[in-house]
Structure formats: C-alpha cells, structure tokens
C-alpha cells in the first residue's frame, strides 16, 4: 500500500504563495520507489467536484498543469525525498478549498482524471483571504 500525506496548506491573502508537500510512504514504495508512480494533484472547492490541477510523470520529465492555472501553478518532485511538490503563486479566493495529491502506479504518463489516481491523501486546506 502507498500512504500520501499533504501538508503546506494555510491561510494567505490575496496574491501570495504556498507550497504545498505532498510525502508518500508504504511499503510499495519500498519495492518501487516513488519513481514508478505518476502525481496529480487536485483542487476541491466547497460545493464542487474534485478538479485536477497539475500532474507529474515518475521521472519528473513532464508536466501538465491545468489551464486556469498555467503560469501560477507549477509541479515538481524529489523522488530521493519521497515528496512532490505544488508550488502557488499570485493566489486568489477562487484557489481557497482542499487540495489533495494522488498516485498512480504508471509513471510514464500525466493526467488530470480524478479516476486515473488510485491512492489519495486527506487533503489539506487552502483559504485565500484578507
């Protein structure tokens, strides 16, 4: 099994910056290493439905981030750490909600389907506010 644990989140105003963390453990990592598993992370408004907003393949060669958020969001990972990243910058209210992380035992691919991911963190919470 692969545990996910997100951290990172807070309370920011209007046009500041998290990074969120996104640490894995388990002992399918143990055999696998992080390596073989594909990260997404996705964002959960109160009332909505879980959207994806960035994923990472194993090796961390590609990325695909979300549209709505090109250019303010970004997606890495140190896999000698166990940990992938989510870097947000110039965050409005619209970004406040629960983020969660995901894993995936296909590293050679990025997706944004809540559906492709079978493991899942408990998410942690963003509020953007004055």
């Known amino acids: 099994q692969l545990q996910l644990v997100e951290s990172g989140g807070g309370l920011v105003q209007p046009g500041g910056s998290l990074r969120l963390s996104c640490a894995a453990s388990g002992v399918t990592l143990d055999e696998y290493g992080l390596a073989e598993y594909a990260i997404g992370w996705f964002h959960q408004a109160p009332g909505k439905e879980r959207e994806g907003v960035s994923s990472?393949?194993?090796?961390?060669?590609?990325?695909l981030i979300l549209d709505s958020v090109q250019g303010r969001f970004s997606v890495s990972r140190d896999n000698a750490k166990n940990t992938v990243y989510l870097e947000m910058n110039s965050l409005n209210s619209d970004d406040s909600g629960l983020y969660y992380c995901?894993?995936?035992?296909?590293?050679?691919?990025?997706?944004?389907?809540?559906?492709?991911?079978?493991?899942w963190g408990q998410g942690t919470q963003v509020t953007v506010s004055s």
């Open positions: 990472i393949t194993g090796s961390g060669d590609r990325t």
């Open positions: 995901a894993a995936s035992h296909t590293p050679g691919w990025v997706s944004l389907r809540p559906g492709a991911y079978a493991y």
